[in-house]
């Protein structure tokens, strides 16, 4: 009985793993521009100010923090 209940355990914790992974991921992708005009439009629009770079992307918001919180809203 205590095997299941650990598989199960183990299981629902690769679940959350996964689903975190999945979501950031997808909010970083949401949120890349080619151009820094593109990502302060966005950010315009998301509600936060400012932009930043990463690599060579431009990203809306002041940092990635921040941009995050406001995609998942």
């Known amino acids: 009985m205590t095997f299941v209940f650990r598989k199960i ?3 629902t914790f ?3 793993i996964f689903l975190n992974f999945n979501s950031y991921s ?3 992708m ?3 521009y080619s ?3 593109d990502a302060l439009k966005k950010s315009l629009e998301l509600g936060c100010q400012g932009t930043h770079k990463n690599k060579e992307k431009w990203l ?3 940092d990635e923090k ?3 919180k406001y995609l998942r809203m």
Request: hydrophobic share 35%; glycine share 4%.
């Open 30 to 32: 949401k949120g890349t």
């Open 9 to 11: 355990k183990i299981l």
């Open 35 to 37: 151009s820094e005009q």
């Open 66 to 68: 921040e941009l995050h």
């Open 26 to 28: 997808h909010a970083h």
């Open 60 to 62: 809306p918001c002041e």
């Open 14 to 16: 690769f679940i959350f």
